[in-house]
């Protein structure tokens, strides 16, 4: 089955960040002193423009509803991380490659480091060119921790604790069965690994980069999981057999044996690392409901309401107060 780069742009369209725009705005002042993104297309604001790679959104549709045209956004307007941005009364994180290095230097409120295409494993996605692993994301940051903010922070103490408050979203691993488990004909981890065995490889993986990110300063943490993939119509229009469904539950089945293993992962993490808190959202419960019908926002317990109601809003907001109340 081999998924174009269209998925990317599907997937970017679908992930259930949505709910973030009934409360765009409502933030008048900074609740955060920063929000560091990190993930595939759904975050990427530009980062793929400066590589070699056949995934790059800085063309026409893309950006049509955005001041400027496109970015490198793979959306029509901000992306799910803009809005959260939004949310915390911050500005839009710049891609981290579009800046320069003095720009680098004085920025505080954050970066986005996400890369269309990438994956929580090296290899997904590289098929497609040159793109940010996840490993290569957080590099970045690093490099950001240790040359660019103590140029800023010359107190080791202020700089500790403006990262501790800071926020750290992720949302990745989609293209890890987009872009490898679920292309056999690319990449051999469906033939050397059982679903088990990936979703494990997959886990045991973020947690080491989450560790790291914690090892470097980072305290508050939110991490999505994996939308429903088996609902896409780039998966629907390729799977074999053909579904007798409304989306390839096969393939949904698949994806929970990652997020099922996340909610673990994720509590393991805020036990074993002192005064961090991770904070899980559940990004597949959301999108199937809405692939089911769009009327319903599932994360407000299934209500049926109208697309522009605001009643998901106070729902979507929990997760980011949780956390900030930390």
Known sequence: MQISYFSMFILAL???????????????SAIAPALY?????????????FLQTQAKANFFPYGIDFPGGSTGRFTNGPTSGDFIAKFLGLPYPPAYLSLSEQQ??????GMNYASGAAGILPESGSALGDILSLDEQISYFQSTVRNDLPKIFSNPEVLSHYLSRSVFVFAIGANDYLNNYLQPQLYNSSKTNSPQQFANLLLDTLGQQLTTIYNLGGRKFVVYGIGALGCLPVILANVYPKPTTPCAENVNNLINIFNNGLAAKLQQLSSSLKDSTFVRADAYAE???????????SLCGSIRIPKSNTTCAA???????????Q
């Open 14 to 28: 679908y992930l259930p960040f949505l709910c973030l725009t009934l409360f765009a705005g409502k933030a008048a």
């Open 37 to 49: 993104l990190f993930g595939g297309s759904s975050f990427d604001a530009g980062n793929n423009n």
């Open 104 to 109: 680098r230097q004085i920025i505080i409120t």
């Open 287 to 297: 999108s199937y409901a809405q692939f089911q019908d769009p009327m319903i926002c």
């Open 315 to 325: 729902c979507c907001l929990l997760a980011f107060t949780s956390l900030l109340n």
